[in-house]
Nanobody, 120 residues
Framework: VQLQAFGGGLVQPGGFLRLSCEAS????????MGWYRQAPGKERELVAS???????NYGDSVKDRFTISRDNAKNTVYLQMNSLKPEDTAVYYC???????????????WGQGTLVTVSS
């Protein structure tokens, strides 16, 4: 299973970015998908997660600014980030809980990370 994230970059405070991450490879099903981030000198934290039936969960610092969504047909998860703040600067990682074979327990997979920098 490979997770490929796209969409990071440099944006001014108050701006917006949209991240996407596609799960590819040989598997039966993708369950939960999510985004985490890690800022320099800080621990990795949950940004947002979404189940296969679109139930969502957000970190407190991004509620009402970020929106997570997914396209199950494309095995892709998106993160729309609005009203970006300098404190949102971090490497953003996508994750997915994937079932490789029928009757097998799901495993957790991570993408390579994409850098988001919010600065004027």
């Amino acid at each position: 299973v490979q997770l490929q994230a796209f969409g990071g970059g440099l944006v001014q405070p108050g701006g917006f970015l949209r991240l996407s991450c596609e799960a590819s490879g040989s598997f039966v099903r993708v369950n939960n998908m999510g985004w985490y981030r890690q800022a320099p000198g800080k621990e990795r934290e949950l940004v947002a997660s979404i189940t296969s039936v679109d139930s969502t969960n957000y970190g407190d610092s991004v509620k009402d600014r970020f929106t997570i969504s997914r396209d199950n047909a494309k095995n892709t998860v998106y993160l729309q980030m609005n009203s970006l703040k300098p404190e949102d600067t971090a490497v953003y990682y996508c994750s997915a809980r994937v079932v490789i074979r029928i009757f097998q327990s799901p495993g957790d997979y991570w993408g390579q990370g994409t850098l988001v920098t919010v600065s004027s």
